[in-house]
């Protein structure tokens, strides 16, 4: 028997309706400079805030990633644990996803991909972008946490003087890809209080 070739690596990208597009777009970005293979799920609400927060359009963000999915196709590759890929990171992350990941009442194309992560103890990052958070989001988060998912807020680090917005927000997603240990040279790294004088 042949042995077969390695694997491209390759990352569930989710994008859901929670404010910051952004953050899926330029991780789409990343990835695909990085030459890691992207599947991309995004769900309705996301698709009205990409109009809201952008100038683009679904199938400009289709085409940045190698493979897209519809949010109601839950034949898809990615909603079986068959099919193998190193993680998923929803960017950004809704409530109401976080809340049918942490119920495991997958409805959705997006949450079902999050479950399968999760019960193959593969890799799941949620950048859950709520604030204030009431206690039952705060259980959901827990829930999640419990489940295996990091839960990953885009706090942005002023320690690397971000120059502008799209600095702060590839700073953020490059600590997110460290999480796969794929090296970005956004990320500005901390060597320490001497160093930053």
């Known amino acids: 028997m042949m042995p077969q070739p390695p694997r491209r690596r390759r990352i569930v990208v989710g994008i859901s309706g929670a404010s910051g597009a952004i953050y899926g777009i330029r991780l789409l970005h990343m990835l695909r400079r990085c030459q890691?293979?992207?599947?991309?799920?995004?769900?309705?609400?996301?698709?009205?805030?990409?109009?809201?927060?952008?100038?683009?359009?679904?199938?400009?963000?289709?085409?940045?990633?190698?493979?897209?999915?519809?949010?109601s196709d839950i034949g898809a590759a990615i909603a079986s644990g068959s099919f193998k890929v190193d993680g998923m990171i929803i960017a950004p992350c809704s409530v109401k996803t976080l809340s049918?990941?942490?119920?495991?009442?997958?409805?959705?194309?997006?949450?079902?991909?999050?479950?399968?992560?999760?019960?193959?103890?593969?890799?799941?990052?949620?950048?859950?972008?709520?604030?204030p958070l009431h206690i039952g989001h705060i259980r959901s988060m827990a829930a999640a946490a419990e489940a295996g998912a990091i839960l990953y807020p885009p706090v942005p680090a002023f320690y690397a003087?971000?120059?502008?917005?799209?600095?702060?927000?590839?700073?953020?997603?490059?600590?997110?890809?460290?999480?796969f240990d794929i090296e970005v040279p956004e990320v500005s790294r901390w060597h320490g209080t001497a160093a930053a004088r």
Do not use: F, W
């Open 161 to 179: 003087k971000p120059a502008s917005l799209e600095q702060m927000v590839d700073h953020t997603l490059g600590r997110v890809l460290d999480l």
């Open 36 to 71: 890691i293979e992207s599947h991309l799920v995004m769900s309705r609400s996301a698709q009205v805030t990409l109009a809201c927060e952008t100038d683009l359009k679904i199938t400009d963000l289709q085409a940045l990633a190698d493979v897209s999915y519809p949010n």
């Open 100 to 131: 049918e990941i942490a119920s495991g009442c997958t409805s959705s194309l997006l949450s079902r991909a999050s479950d399968v992560m999760l019960k193959e103890r593969r890799r799941l990052v949620l950048m859950l972008r709520e604030t």
